[in-house]
């Protein structure tokens, strides 16, 4: 049975499963790795989420401000050997209710045009495509989201 715990950065499988994410993304990335992961460090993230299939971290997520009225997701990832189980969306439905719950109107993300499961699950789950914001301006690969919470 699928578990989620919210937590913050410092905790230990969530690093475990970020450092599984940076070699997948280095892998699907490419080049352009170098760009997109300065943006991605895990420090001071005070909303993170956690899946365990008992007592193992399979999935995680995070969100941070990224304005006064939205939070910016983060650092989502299902361990290979568990995904289409509906982990991330089940991470991803708590990431919204945390935000909603600190106050936010909105979530934002962005994500890789070669990371399939992500383009796709993020439009199932609410998300819908909207002009690449900040640094992902001019970021071919890039694609920004953005859904309204309730």
Known sequence: MI?????DSDHEGFRQLVAQLDAYLAEMDGDEHAFYHQYNHIDKLKQVIVAY????AVGCGAVKPFSDSEMEVKRMYVAPDHRGMGIA??????????????????CVLETGKRQIEAVSLYPACGYRVTPNYGQYIGMDNSVCMRKELS
């Not at 299939?53 to 193992?56: K, Q």
């Not at 969306?89 to 909105?106: D, N, Q, R, T, V």
């Open 89 to 106: 969306k089940k991470i991803l439905s708590e990431l919204e209710k945390w935000s909603a719950e600190l106050g936010y109107k909105a």
């Open 53 to 56: 299939d008992g007592d193992t």
């Open 3 to 7: 578990s989620i715990i919210r937590t």
